[in-house]
């Protein structure tokens, strides 16, 4: 039976018309799922009990089991367990701006970022639409709070379950559903070029982040399988004409790599790379893992890369560490306890 979670509005809008019912119902179901938080049909009452009836035989309100919390400052790390036993990681951040969550798209990734713990673990498959919601409506119950943004940088690579992903955010930016403004939701990718375009044609308001990490081909073929099927130079093409037909400005993640990514001439090629295009540079410093040889750059070497880009106009930030001692930061998901 299918989750009452993975249905867009305008599927429940559908859906009523099929069974002879106003539309306008799907405004009433969805205030009861994404307003009122109820759970039970039986307590949706004004809905008449054929609608209720027709709900119970087609949907099912499912959730997603808390299996552990691991706090640290500012950050909560929840591990989940789904319908299959799988396990999926999400990462809860307080801010001085509100509340956001890293939520994960997949089970495991396929991108095989040499970089990323989330990688070890190979793509057993896609998160289903309800999945990606349930994280939201799980923590939010549990915190007893409203998330005000959210990040799809958790385990997997979001275009790579792209027709989930899309609906998910249907469903969260809707005002009558979670209601999370499209500003306030970014999605990570590291590069799937024909999705990119087909985002850029939806010509939403949702942020863009590129998961670069290199300023050249050879060094991200190295560290990022994916740069050997969508070239570093057709990538930068896809983004160009991502900012030419939405007019957003597109962030890039730049994860700081000691002697691999940091040197003066890296910093040199990125402003090359990025002269004159509307996006911003995020500088991160590398989460250690035991599993993987790489170390985080110095922070005079960091501090000297973030001021050659600054020298540049280059817009950049250096992203505030989160959840290093609970496993919860950039690249350190694994979905395990």
């Given at each position: 039976m299918n989750s009452i979670y993975s249905y867009t509005r305008d599927d429940f809008i559908n859906y009523f018309i099929n069974i002879n019912e106003k539309k306008f119902k799907a405004d009433q179901l969805f205030d009861w799922l994404y307003k009122k938080r109820v759970v039970n049909f039986d307590l949706m009452n004004n809905l008449n009990k054929n609608v209720i009836s027709k709900l119970k035989n087609d949907f099912i309100i499912n959730n997603i089991l808390i299996l552990k919390k691991d706090i640290g400052k500012d950050v909560c790390k929840y591990l989940f367990k789904?319908?299959?036993?799988?396990?999926?990681?999400?990462v809860l951040m307080y801010h001085d701006y509100g509340i956001s969550l890293c939520i994960s798209t997949q089970v495991g990734c396929n991108m095989s970022c040499s970089f990323c713990e989330s990688g070890r673990l190979k793509k057993r498959r896609n998160l289903e639409v309800c999945e990606m919601v349930l994280q939201i409506l799980e923590i939010e119950k549990d915190i007893k709070n409203r998330i005000s943004h959210i990040v799809l940088m958790g385990i997997g690579e979001p275009f790579d379950n792209y027709d989930n992903v899309i609906k998910f955010i249907n469903i969260i930016n809707d005002n009558k559903g979670i209601d999370i403004g499209a500003r306030h939701i970014t999605i990570s990718?590291?590069?799937?070029i024909p999705k990119i375009i087909e985002f850029s044609n939806l010509k939403l308001q949702v942020n863009l982040a590129i998961s670069l990490h290199a300023p050249n081909n050879e060094l991200?073929?190295?560290?990022?399988?994916?740069?050997?099927?969508?070239?570093l130079d057709n990538l930068m093409n896809a983004v160009k004409e991502y900012i030419n037909k939405t007019n957003r400005r597109v962030t890039f993640e730049y994860i700081m790599l000691?002697?691999?990514n940091d040197n003066k001439e890296c910093a040199l090629e990125l402003c090359?790379?990025?002269k004159n295009m509307n996006c911003y540079v995020n500088l991160i410093p590398y989460n250690e893992t035991n599993n993987i040889q790489y170390k985080r750059s110095d922070m005079n070497i960091l501090n000297e890369f973030y001021d050659i880009l600054k020298?540049?106009?280059?817009?950049v930030t250096i992203r505030k560490e989160f959840g290093g001692l609970v496993s919860a930061a950039c690249g350190q998901l694994r979905s395990h306890g």
């Amino acid at each position: 039976m299918n989750s009452i979670y993975s249905y867009t509005r305008d599927d429940f809008i559908n859906y009523f018309i099929n069974i002879n019912e106003k539309k306008f119902k799907a405004d009433q179901l969805f205030d009861w799922l994404y307003k009122k938080r109820v759970v039970n049909f039986d307590l949706m009452n004004n809905l008449n009990k054929n609608v209720i009836s027709k709900l119970k035989n087609d949907f099912i309100i499912n959730n997603i089991l808390i299996l552990k919390k691991d706090i640290g400052k500012d950050v909560c790390k929840y591990l989940f367990k789904l319908h299959d036993d799988e396990k999926i990681e999400a990462v809860l951040m307080y801010h001085d701006y509100g509340i956001s969550l890293c939520i994960s798209t997949q089970v495991g990734c396929n991108m095989s970022c040499s970089f990323c713990e989330s990688g070890r673990l190979k793509k057993r498959r896609n998160l289903e639409v309800c999945e990606m919601v349930l994280q939201i409506l799980e923590i939010e119950k549990d915190i007893k709070n409203r998330i005000s943004h959210i990040v799809l940088m958790g385990i997997g690579e979001p275009f790579d379950n792209y027709d989930n992903v899309i609906k998910f955010i249907n469903i969260i930016n809707d005002n009558k559903g979670i209601d999370i403004g499209a500003r306030h939701i970014t999605i990570s990718t590291c590069g799937i070029i024909p999705k990119i375009i087909e985002f850029s044609n939806l010509k939403l308001q949702v942020n863009l982040a590129i998961s670069l990490h290199a300023p050249n081909n050879e060094l991200r073929n190295l560290i990022m399988p994916i740069n050997r099927v969508y070239s570093l130079d057709n990538l930068m093409n896809a983004v160009k004409e991502y900012i030419n037909k939405t007019n957003r400005r597109v962030t890039f993640e730049y994860i700081m790599l000691k002697g691999v990514n940091d040197n003066k001439e890296c910093a040199l090629e990125l402003c090359k790379l990025l002269k004159n295009m509307n996006c911003y540079v995020n500088l991160i410093p590398y989460n250690e893992t035991n599993n993987i040889q790489y170390k985080r750059s110095d922070m005079n070497i960091l501090n000297e890369f973030y001021d050659i880009l600054k020298k540049n106009n280059i817009c950049v930030t250096i992203r505030k560490e989160f959840g290093g001692l609970v496993s919860a930061a950039c690249g350190q998901l694994r979905s395990h306890g």
